[in-house]
């Protein structure tokens, strides 16, 4: 599937946070990360991911890869595929397949994420702790997402 993706760094993700309540974007529940990243060192565009959520005292992880194929300033159009829930028995079977394929892990990273979304348009909101950073992620689609990009870019957001 096809993913259409603005990502800021960000100051702060207060600003983000208040912007999407302020504007009625529906919010899902606060979900603390980790995710482990794999390329693929024949081709840096491909990686897999390994996400491990905690919900509700219980950890699920899954597994999904993307393959970035239009990359300009913060614009990232991007082929992604649908999540696979997994077992903790897999994990290690799946990072032997990646072995095999080529990839090899290049981050691995603890963060809280803020899910919102209205029209067409979801906010991935990122607080990361490890390494500390902030990355806001504006997808969905296309003239929806340039329409609140511009806004977002406008109100100067990103600079809070």
Do not use: W
């Not at 899902?28 to 959520?53: C, D, G, M, S």
């Not at 159009?77 to 829930?85: F, G, N, Q, V, W």
């Not at 072995?99 to 990122?126: L, P, W």
């Amino acid at each position: 599937m096809e993913e259409y993706e603005y990502s800021l760094k960000a100051r702060a993700v207060e600003p983000f946070l208040e912007y999407c309540k302020k504007n009625n974007y529906e919010a899902t529940p606060a979900v603390r990360q980790n995710r482990k990243v794999y390329e693929n060192k024949f081709n840096k565009h491909i990686i897999a991911r390994l996400t491990t959520e905690e919900i509700k005292g219980e950890e699920i992880t899954f597994f999904d890869s993307k393959n970035v194929g239009q990359e300009n300033d913060n614009l990232k159009i991007s082929s992604e595929s649908e999540p696979l829930k997994i077992n903790k028995e897999d994990i290690e079977t799946i990072k032997s397949i990646l072995d095999v394929m080529g990839f090899y892990q290049s981050a691995d990273n603890y963060r809280t994420r803020y899910v919102y979304h209205k029209d067409g348009v979801k906010f991935e909101i990122d607080d990361y702790t490890i390494p500390n950073m902030k990355v806001v992620a504006i997808e969905g689609e296309r003239s929806e997402v340039e329409k609140v990009y511009k806004e977002v870019v406008a109100l100067g957001l990103d600079k809070r």
